[in-house]
């Protein structure tokens, strides 16, 4: 019965979608107010009829209802209840699901917090994002339905893939889901701004937050997925260049440009064009992510389901949607009049640098990814695109980038000085040499250009710290004249610090991870392996049963001398259902670096194959993605964006003050 | 004009990239083919002790004639789905095909051929996969389609289907039979 | 066939369920170990996505190891020992795409669109200075008028 309920949420979701997509679209052509608000309802109505679907559906998974399809292929009555939870979107129809469910959370969010907006922008916008909706919702009733029967049921379901039963991996798809789609809120502004033919600062200033919002999101989402590939995959590896990373590295790095080009529209009123296509395309490359998981062009561990008719279901959306918008863009798009001058050494000119560079990274990402594709397609031999080639092409781009970014903020706006900003930054250079020159001892000469990268690290890092106590005159004026300074700067001049922070302390951790020591031996219960200083004893290991495993437990003792540092307790676990051994790393840090401990093989004499690894650095890689992610919520937290809000308040008082 | 043309750009460049989809979702189309970069190259010359215990299966013994090799072994569960059609292959269609048993204990190949019947006029034993190495072989069952000057014509990964027997075997083997 | 060929790929995974690089496999001479780890990561594991053989616990990869490392040891030259894979398994277990006119457009490509956006970029902001620049033409008389009736309606 409820999943009956569930389905016809769905059903019903679908039809909100068109008249959401409609109404308000002509009653913004029309100038009708009442069809204008129609927007507003029915996007609040759609995200409730899709918390009712998901809700079904998540009740079908927890009460283990073996008559839908969906649970049968991906459940199991032995599954913790935290999987049965996220099992709900492990899988293809599920994950289609929760990103509908998403996107009508935005729409919701948009109905609910842009008071501030001119109803016309705010219909077409919501009119905009009906029309996603109802394209992904036919998709998902067409081809992806989670709520089939099937009976008589089966006696229990067939579990969920064992990687998959893992706490980080289990909340990385909202998150990139909330990136992803959150972007559609940016996409659907830039369509409704062509529509109307206008782009200002108020436009960037709305869009921006949004945008803001969804790269918080998507950079967790993606930090997520990385941390989980270190920790499950038994030797430490972060991120392999595998073509579904890229989908979701893609939206990212043009995300990024874009948060940077409305800055300019904000403040100086031009690159109005450029920004709009980035918004189009920072989505389209989110359907493009979608369209290459889903559809099965590409083989990945990510990809779920191989079934031609959704790919090319997705296919047509991609058309009606990306090359409807670019349509739209190439006959509206020219009328939009450049604003501002600027000369090339400016705070303008140093953001469309940044963007020239991430616009020229994504697009060799992009074709790294979808050139073997290409090739294959037209019957070109095989080939495969591997961390070297991005290594070669793709990393040499982001090094000016991580210059400019100490250098662009300390620019200032039309016409910036050169030679003056970097006079300021004496210390971020200074840091620099002194790190690279720090890192060759410590490492003897060790691999150059990571000692470089640790370099260009500091240079920003520093760099970025000197920008932000100019800004509040530190050391210069008394501490609480700084303090002052400090309180009466925008938030998001904060946030943009941390974030660049958090930039600067991936970097660091990305070189380090060029410093590590392996150690993979064969140990006997009682036996010792030293690791960079430190002594692993292998203390014994166990059988132990868990929920719906059996784990080979080894007890490890870490010492450095004679100092019991931790004991740690590396897993194997065999899932019997599935036939599927996983690895269960243990991971000792103490932020600086990483002690990374797997369990292998036993051997016929009784040892254990123990990879070791000590890490110098690598846990900043996450550290400095959760910076960059806190920057963007201070950055959100900014009072200038609920501007509107504030006119609003302040316009009765201004009355009443009047009226005495 | 100019400038006009610069804002097709995007909308160009996108309707190209929607082509290559498409063509890429053609159905006929298998993400996971892979080519063997022997093609149209000499097979690798090898010499396996027989399971059999008499003789061996050499690669010189096989030239003269258009022969199908398949790599097998009892441990792989693929290997039995394709198993009946190339029974079929070899009483029907009179279809020469010689087996490689890959890392596989010669005793379990030959119960498992027992079991299910043995459609190879000769099988090999390649205890170590060093014969499926210079093969190419990604894993068992690989089938693959030698021309009579022992080159190597066409390769199958994974396990045959009754399509694939149909439309891409029988018309090599009888085209290359013809020449 | 497809669906097929899955479970063949997760077999073939299934069957080797040692982890990467094991301590049987490796070579007693540190330096030739050294190359061999070092040719290994640029080597795909074949049945695995992006992943080099250094890195896979698949069996195919272990296989690989084996290999190189016994052509190595045969005293085969890095590039000899490569090729020698290559040779077997074709371009496709390069993790780095040679370089040949098929990857032209992949390899010079991320420069190009550098160069042609740097250098768009470049035209646009000297053509819009060009005009912009320009000293907007003084107001005609009839203007003035105009504007001087304007700025009294307002300030009255």
Redesign the interface.
């Known amino acids: 019965m409820i999943v009956e309920i569930g389905h016809f949420a769905l059903i019903l979701a679908l039809v909100v979608a068109i008249v959401q997509a409609a109404l308000p679209l002509a009653g913004a052509a029309r100038g009708n107010v009442a069809w204008m608000e129609v927007g507003r309802s029915t996007a609040l109505a759609q995200f409730l009829l899709m918390a009712i679907a998901m809700a079904a559906l998540m009740h079908a998974y927890v009460t283990s209802d073996f008559t839908v399809v969906n649970v049968i292929e991906n459940s199991h009555t032995d599954k913790p209840l935290l999987y049965k939870i996220t099992g709900v979107w492990g899988n293809h129809e599920g994950s289609m699901l929760l990103w509908v469910f998403i996107l009508s959370l935005c729409g919701a969010a948009v109905a609910l917090f842009s008071n501030n907006l001119p109803p016309a922008l705010r219909a077409r916008v919501l009119a905009v994002q009906g029309m996603i909706g109802t394209g992904f919702l036919l998709f998902i009733l067409l081809t992806s339905n989670p709520f089939l029967r099937e009976l008589p049921p089966p006696l229990n379901g067939r579990g969920l893939n064992p990687v998959l039963q893992d706490p980080g991996l289990a909340f990385h798809p909202p998150f990139l889901y909330l990136g992803y789609v959150g972007f559609s809120v940016s996409f659907c502004f830039a369509v409704a701004a062509l529509i109307e033919g206008r782009v200002d600062s108020a436009w960037a200033r709305w869009v921006r937050p949004w945008t803001l919002a969804s790269w918080c999101a998507l950079t967790i989402g993606i930090a997520m997925g990385s941390w989980w590939a270190y920790y499950t995959?038994?030797?430490g590896?972060w991120w392999?260049?595998?073509?579904v990373e890229n989908a979701s590295f893609l939206p990212w790095l043009v995300g990024t440009a874009l948060i940077h080009s409305a800055i300019v529209v904000e403040k100086r009123d031009t690159l109005k064009?450029w920004t709009v296509?980035l918004a189009?395309?920072t989505f389209?490359l989110s359907l493009v992510g979608t369209?290459l998981v889903r559809?099965?062009?590409?083989?990945?561990?990510h990809a779920f389901a191989?079934d031609?008719a959704r790919?090319?279901f997705i296919?047509l959306l991609?058309?009606v949607a990306?090359?409807g918008s670019?349509?739209l863009?190439?006959v509206r798009?020219?009328a939009l009049k450049?604003g501002g001058?600027f000369a090339?050494v400016s705070r303008e000119g140093a953001l469309?640098l940044n963007n020239?560079?991430l616009?020229?990274g994504a697009?060799?990402v992009f074709?790294?990814t979808?050139?073997?594709?290409?090739?294959?397609?037209?019957g070109?031999?095989?080939?495969?695109?591997?961390?070297?080639?991005y290594n070669?092409?793709?990393v040499p781009?982001m090094v000016p980038v991580l210059v400019a970014v100490a250098a662009g903020p300390l620019l200032a706006w039309k016409r910036g000085d050169l030679l003056g900003a970097l006079q300021r930054l004496w210390a971020a250079f200074a840091a620099a040499v002194v790190v690279v020159l720090g890192a060759l001892y410590v490492t003897s000469g060790g691999p150059v250009l990571a000692v470089l990268g640790l370099g260009l690290a500091a240079w920003t890092f520093v760099g970025v710290l000197a920008e932000w106590t100019e800004r509040l005159k530190l050391f210069r004026i008394p501490a609480r004249d700084s303090w002052r300074r400090a309180r009466n700067l925008p938030r998001s001049a904060h946030g943009m610090t941390l974030a660049h922070l958090g930039l600067a302390i991936s970097v660091a951790g990305i070189a380090a991870s060029a410093f590590e020591v392996e150690h993979?031996?064969?140990v006997a219960p009682g036996g010792d392996l030293p690791l960079a200083g430190y002594t692993l004893h292998l203390d014994k290991v166990e059988k132990l049963q868990g929920a719906n495993y059996v784990a080979d437990d080894a007890t490890i003792t870490v010492k450095r001398g004679d100092a019991v540092i931790a004991v740690v307790h590396p897993q194997r676990r065999f899932f019997p259902l599935q036939?599927?051994?996983t690895?269960e790393t243990a991971i000792r840090t103490n932020f600086l670096a990483d002690l990374y401990i797997?369990l292998?093989?036993p051997d016929q004499a009784g040892g254990w194959?123990i990879?070791a690894y000590w890490k110098p650095l690598v846990p900043w890689i996450w550290i400095g993605a959760v910076f960059m992610a806190f920057g963007g919520v201070v950055s959100l937290s900014d009072r200038r964006w609920r501007v509107g809000v504030a006119s609003r308040l302040r316009a009765p008082a201004a009355q009443a003050a009047a009226g005495d | 004009m100019m400038?006009?043309a610069l804002?097709?750009l995007?909308?160009a460049l996108?309707?190209a990239?929607?082509g290559?989809?498409?063509?890429?979702?053609r159905?006929d189309?298998d993400?996971?083919a892979?080519?063997s970069a022997l093609i149209d190259k000499p097979a690798p010359a090898f010499t396996l002790a027989s399971l059999d215990g008499g003789g061996n299966l050499s690669s010189d013994g096989l030239k003269g004639q258009v022969v199908v090799v398949n790599f097998f072994a009892s441990w792989c569960v693929p290997c039995r789905i394709e198993h009946p059609l190339l029974m079929r292959l070899a009483t029907q269609e009179r279809v020469p095909i010689y087996g490689i048993a890959y890392k596989d204990k010669p005793e379990d190949s030959r119960r498992i051929l027992a079991q299910l019947g043995d459609p190879y006029r000769g099988t090999g034993v390649d205890r170590d996969g060093g014969t499926g190495f210079d093969f190419g072989v990604y894993g068992v069952p690989e089938t693959y389609v030698i021309d009579r000057s022992g080159h190597i014509r066409q390769r199958f990964v994974g396990p045959l289907t009754a399509e694939v027997v149909e439309k891409e075997l029988l018309p090599l083997l009888k085209q290359l039979n013809r020449s | 066939m497809?669906?097929a060929l899955?479970t063949l790929l997760v077999l073939l995974a299934?069957a080797g369920?040692?982890?990467?690089?094991?301590?049987s496999e490796r070579l007693a001479d540190p330096a030739l170990e050294a190359r061999a780890r070092e040719i290994s990561k640029?080597l795909?594991c074949l049945v695995c996505?992006?992943?080099?053989i250094d890195?896979s616990?698949a069996d195919l990869a272990h296989d690989v190891r084996v290999k190189l490392r016994e052509r190595l040891l045969a005293g085969d030259s890095d590039a000899q020992a490569v090729q020698f894979i290559v040779d077997r398994y074709?371009?496709?277990?390069?993790?780095?795409?040679p370089m040949r006119p098929?990857?032209y457009?992949?390899?010079f490509?991320?420069g190009a669109?550098?160069l042609l956006?740097?250098g768009g970029?470049a035209i646009a902001?000297r053509r819009?200075?060009a005009t912009?620049d320009a000293v907007p033409p003084p107001l005609s008389d009839a203007e003035r008028e105009r504007l001087d009736r304007l700025m009294r309606e307002t300030e009255g």
């Open positions: 995959l038994g030797w590896g392999f260049w595998d073509p064009s296509l189009i395309i389209s369209f559809s099965g062009v590409l083989t990945s561990v191989v031609p790919g090319s296919l991609l058309l990306i090359g670019l349509a863009y190439a798009a020219p450049g001058l090339p469309v020239l560079l616009s020229t697009a060799t074709l790294g979808l050139y073997p594709l290409f090739l294959d397609a037209v070109g031999p095989k080939l495969s695109v591997g961390p070297p080639f070669k092409t793709f781009l993979i031996d064969i036939q599927q051994t690895s797997a292998g093989e194959t990879r | 400038r006009r804002f097709l995007p909308v996108f309707l990239l929607a290559y989809f498409a063509l890429a979702l159905p189309r993400p996971q892979l080519p | 497809r669906r899955a299934l369920a040692a982890l990467a690089v094991t301590p640029g795909r996505q992006n992943e080099s890195d616990n074709g371009d496709f277990v390069l993790l780095q795409p098929a990857t457009v992949l390899w490509g991320p669109v550098l956006a740097a970029m902001f819009r200075h912009d």
